[in-house]
């Protein structure tokens, strides 16, 4: 999220944009986009409509939460790439700007540990105070 | 028994879960953004690709 926030200047320049999923609240997504200062939207699917149709739903998580998963989607729609990802490892930013630029063309691209910093993690409990923890019904 | 018909008829014509495979056309679909700004899929990618992150959310 942050990192596709850092990097969306470099984005735009490519030519593309980008939008982030979830099925938080509004509410809890407006406060991720505000607290890591997101340049791109934050669409929520509370009742895990889209999640489950594109077959991206965890229901074993968190009160069921979306598995993590990156696309480029074209303005016909069509799937020009796409990633899907797990908590431990996601497709790499640069892997998917080089893909956004044409220079991945046939490559697979790489995919990196996910390391949580210390700063995500304290921001991650002091929002589980502040907000509360996700459930089901939400 | 018109409605049970009717429930039978829609669980049939349920949409299969797929998650679209590249050269596939992705489903529309319609959510509202944080800011209560509603977005479809089409409108979002008209102008330009866009990357899609399906993320795990908040704690």
């Given at each position: 999220m942050a990192e596709y926030g850092r990097a969306y200047g470099a984005i735009r320049a490519a030519g593309a944009d980008v939008v982030a999923l979830s099925v938080d609240s509004q509410a809890r997504s407006e406060a991720v986009r505000t607290q890591l200062v997101l340049p791109y939207p934050i669409?929520?699917?509370?009742?895990?409509?889209?999640?489950?149709?594109?077959?991206?739903?965890?229901?074993?998580?968190?009160?069921?939460?979306?598995?993590?998963?990156?696309?480029v989607i074209g303005p016909d729609r069509c799937v020009r790439y796409r990633s899907i990802d797990s908590p431990r490892e996601r497709v790499a930013t640069d892997g998917v700007m080089r893909f956004l630029r044409g220079e991945a063309r046939g490559e697979v691209l790489t995919r990196e540990r996910v390391r949580a910093g210390l700063g995500e993690f304290s921001r991650a409990v002091a929002n589980a105070v502040r907000r509360g923890f996700r459930t089901p019904h939400e | 028994?018109?409605?049970?018909?009717?429930?039978?008829?829609?669980?049939?014509?349920?949409?299969?879960?797929?998650?679209?495979?590249?050269?596939?056309?992705?489903?529309?679909?319609?959510?509202?953004?944080?800011?209560?700004?509603?977005?479809?899929?089409a409108s979002l990618v008209a102008s330009r690709p866009r990357v899609l992150l399906f993320y795990r959310g908040h704690w």
């Open positions: 669409l929520c699917d509370p009742a895990r409509v889209v999640v489950r149709a594109w077959d991206l739903y965890n229901p074993r998580e968190m009160g069921g939460i979306a598995v993590p998963a990156v696309f | 028994m018109r409605e049970k018909d009717a429930g039978a008829v829609l669980y049939l014509r349920k949409e299969p879960q797929i998650t679209p495979d590249v050269r596939e056309e992705a489903p529309d679909f319609e959510l509202f953004d944080s800011t209560g700004v509603a977005h479809s899929l």
